[in-house]
């Protein structure tokens, strides 16, 4: 009986920690799903897209310490201030909490803005936040990477 119960317990314990396992992982793609269709709003910026997929109360920090409400970060990569050519996220690492995912991952990206050409790489930490089912941007800091 003692021997019974011992196993069920271990059993129990094996199916909690794998439900657990599993679950991450599905929050986990859930999560770069949205940062991956981030990366592609970059490059290819649209109101509605960019909206979607960032918080109104968006606090979007750059390497130069400027800092953009969602308002103005969506308004400079539509007319062109900020343009992305291409963009690749390298070693990107995500850390689920509750309902918030911290990204980190260093961006390296061919820029034209203001249609002045030059290739950049700095690191990103992004925190997104489960709003309504879904992953929402609400913060993001750039800076430059040691040398």
């Known amino acids: ?18 439900a657990q396992t599993k679950n991450v992982s599905k929050e986990e793609n859930a999560v770069a799903n949205s940062v991956e269709a981030f990366r592609k709003a970059l490059i290819n910026p649209s109101e509605n897209q960019l909206k979607e997929l960032t918080s109104k109360d968006l606090s979007y920090g750059h390497s130069s310490g400027v800092l953009q409400n969602q308002e103005l970060f969506i308004e400079k990569l539509l007319n062109g201030e900020s ?21 980190r991952h260093n961006l390296a990206a ?5 249609g002045v050409e030059k290739d950049i790489k700095i690191g990103i930490m992004l925190v997104w936040q489960k709003q309504k089912g879904k992953w929402l941007l609400v913060a993001r800091q750039a800076f430059k990477l040691p040398s």
Do not use: P, Y
């Open 83 to 103: 343009d992305f050519v291409t963009i690749e996220f390298q070693n990107q690492s995500i850390q689920i909490s509750g309902d918030v995912a911290v990204v």
């Open 110 to 114: 061919h820029t034209k803005d203001s």
């Open 1 to 18: 009986m003692k021997k019974s119960l011992f196993v069920f317990a271990l059993l129990l314990i094996s199916f909690s920690n794998w």
